[in-house]
């Protein structure tokens, strides 16, 4: 390699700047002439060396670096934080190594805009290899494409979730007197196409994300996102705007991290109540290493009131809807091989929309998958509702590669009489799941901080999918029993049958590396007769279904 001292380049510099004073007119000569050409031939030699140089030390960085990723693997994080780029490593035959270019432990980016302080922001970038074009600064801090200004102050990234589902249901025909109903033998659905831009200044970030899917059944567009956060303050987030509170504990994972392909039954209604996706939204979360805590007022979801709108609306709605949410969550044991995760949820509208059909209100659900088939279980439009409420525990345990979660929730639902004096008897409702799910092969489920959830597998750079180095990426499997039942004072004149649903499911997940995921589910329903799901439902229905998903995300 060639070697300089310093005294030498400062010699030199030295010898032109010298040049440079003898090249005035007050010293011109033929002497001074012939000193100032060999002076800039020095220095055009000494220009010639430096770029040498540095292509040189470049070319042995380069190669430190391959034989660092290759031989000498470095030891890993203790935490997973999901802000910082950090891990654990269990039981694997070989140590995990992080590279700048690695992002940490390869864990799915984000579904949605991501916020964070401007502290980490750039504690982010700087662990993610950039090149600077005309002085603006492009890298991949947590994995999305970003451009930002050379302080960081200003920075705008640009996202991708990309999820597509196909398949279809099997002994799922009607019994006599039912109709057939959407339980196609095949078909697909673009569940999301999510382009998340977000802009930052300092630790102000705006987020607006549309969604070209139709989640439930593709053909639309519509928003997700449309919010301004601060994230000033120590583990801190403050949002007003089109946003997805999180309630309960799978509400609160990126879709891109799930164990199945959609949320269980119950945690699905509760969400729908007051939160969900683009529901206008005032509040903020703060967390810690042992503790999270989230609370929201919410109003109406984007487009409530176009009866034509990517949610589905009411034209005629006059007074819109008014809710809030809180979620508390704990996590009292957090070392290397266990992790104990509890909390509660709670949400609610404290009115529900008025319509031309007043003040009602609806609970239903699919057999959890969305491939455009219909409901087996609905409570109707319930009229007269004053207000809808629930309330739950949730609670995970992870041991090394093994984790099992589960929450459970009643709902109720007041109502008064058409005069708004005489108050009814209230509904209600309630559900739970269990869960369990092991990681095969590949940097298996931690909990993130910043969510109060756990995370999906990850697929550290020097893991990727690879057959000719051995490498295979992550393997993960999960088996999942959920109730949801939306019967309530049965044998009453103001009682509801709703029907219940139980659905069997189980899973294989493999992630190639952290941004694609191939997800294959099996789920089996069984439904009781409800009387108002039509003439869907009138006996009762069971079914199967298969069905795969692709996914893309950055």
Request: proline share 4%; glycine share 12%; charged share 20%.
């Amino acid at each position: 390699m060639l070697t300089y001292s310093r005294q030498t380049l400062l010699s030199s510099s030295t010898l032109a700047i010298a040049g440079l004073f003898l090249s005035s007119p007050a010293f011109a000569s033929t002497a001074a002439d012939a000193e100032i050409a060999r002076l800039h031939k020095e220095v055009a030699e000494m220009r010639l060396a430096i770029q040498s140089m540095r292509a040189e030390i470049h070319h042995s960085a380069m190669h430190q670096t391959t034989q660092h990723h290759a031989t000498k693997p470095v030891a890993t994080p203790k935490n997973y934080s999901g802000e910082a780029e950090k891990a654990i490593q269990f039981g694997q035959s070989q140590p995990v190594v992080f590279s700048k270019m690695s992002q940490g432990d390869g864990r799915p980016v984000s579904d949605r805009g991501i916020v964070s302080s401007w502290a980490d922001f750039q504690r982010a970038s700087k662990s993610d290899e950039e090149v600077t074009i005309g002085g603006m600064r492009f890298g991949f801090p947590q994995g999305r494409p970003t451009l930002q200004s050379s302080d960081g102050r200003y920075a705008l990234s640009i996202g991708l979730a990309f999820q597509e589902d196909f398949g279809g249901f099997f002994n799922s025909g009607p019994r006599v007197g039912e109709t057939g109903g959407h339980f196609n033998s095949f078909t697909s659905n673009a569940r999301r196409l999510r382009i998340p831009f977000s802009f930052r200044y300092k630790d102000i970030v705006a987020n607006v994300t549309p969604d070209y899917a139709g989640g439930n059944d593709d053909g639309q567009i519509g928003l997700y996102e449309a919010n301004i956060n601060y994230a000033g303050f120590h583990n801190s987030v403050l949002t007003i705007g089109y946003f997805q509170p999180r309630v309960t504990l799978v509400d609160s994972e990126s879709s891109n991290d799930f164990m199945l392909m959609e949320r269980p039954g119950i945690t699905d209604i509760v969400r729908n109540i007051a939160a969900s996706d683009a529901r206008f939204s005032i509040g903020g979360m703060h967390y810690e290493k042992r503790w999270w805590v989230g609370a929201y007022f919410t109003g109406q979801q984007f487009g409530a009131r176009n009866s034509s709108g990517y949610y589905g609306g009411d034209s005629s709605i006059s007074d819109s809807q008014t809710g809030g949410l809180l979620r508390a969550a704990g996590r009292p044991i957090a070392t290397k091989n266990w992790d104990l995760h509890l909390g509660v949820s709670s949400i609610a509208a404290f009115k529900p929309n008025q319509s031309s059909s007043g003040r009602t209100f609806k609970l239903s659900q699919r057999p959890e998958i969305n491939l455009g088939e219909d409901s087996l279980i609905s409570t109707g439009n319930m009229s007269n509702v004053s207000h809808v409420w629930s309330v739950g525990p949730e609670v995970a345990l992870r041991w090394k590669r093994f984790l099992m979660q589960g929450e459970y929730y009643t709902i109720g639902v007041d109502r008064k009489t058409s005069n708004s004096v005489q108050q009814l008897p209230t509904l209600h409702f309630k559900g739970w799941y269990g869960a369990a799910n092991y990681t095969i092969f590949g940097t298996p489920r931690l909990y993130n901080i910043k969510e109060g959830a756990f995370s999906a597998p990850g697929v550290p750079e020097v893991d990727e999918f690879d057959p000719s180095t051995g490498h295979w990426g992550a393997l993960e499997v999960t088996g999942r029993y959920s109730v949801t039942d939306l019967n309530s004072n049965l044998g009453s004149v103001n009682g509801v049958r709703g029907g219940q649903q139980t659905v069997w499911a189980g899973g294989l997940n493999w992630y190639p590396n952290r941004h694609f995921r191939v997800m294959l589910d099996f789920n089996h329903f069984i439904a009781s007769r409800s009387a108002n799901a039509g003439t869907l439902n009138t006996v009762g229905r069971n079914g199967n279904s298969i069905a795969a998903r692709i996914q893309a995300g950055f």
